[in-house]
Nanobody, 115 residues
Framework: QVQFVESGGGLVQPGGSLRLSCAAS????????MSWYRQAPGKERELVAS????????DYADSVKGRFIISRDNAKNTVYLQMNSLKPEDTAVYYC????????WGQGTQVTVSS
């Protein structure tokens, strides 16, 4: 069964950093593009960043480009999101997902950026 377990969220002040982790299981992790999404209260879920299977190519939403870094460890079936220079508008629940059907979501991890 495909599962994602996100962790690493929390409360951080503006300008701070957090590193999110997503442990995946139930499929051949190294074969799939992996992505991070986020959903803020009252808003649709949006794509934040993606990384190709070997980790060679990454892509970011304009709103996080230059501040967030996506990476992966295929030996650990884990994808990471390093978030720097956090802003209040980064407040959301963050989810990871593989680029495939059917779609599976984990429980997400809450990130709150506030002073």
């Amino acid at each position: 069964q495909v599962q994602f377990v996100e962790s690493g969220g929390g409360l951080v002040q503006p300008g701070g950093s957090l590193r999110l982790s997503c442990a995946a299981s139930g499929f051949t992790f190294r074969a799939y593009i992996m992505s991070w999404y986020r959903q803020a209260p009252g808003k649709e879920r949006e794509l934040v960043a993606s990384i190709t299977p070997a980790g060679v190519t990454t892509d970011y939403a304009d709103s996080v480009k230059g501040r967030f870094i996506i990476s992966r460890d295929n030996a650990k079936n884990t994808v990471y999101l390093q978030m720097n220079s956090l802003k209040p508008e980064d407040t959301a629940v963050y989810y990871c997902k593989r680029r495939a059907f059917p779609v599976y979501w984990g429980q997400g991890t809450q990130v709150t950026v506030s002073s």
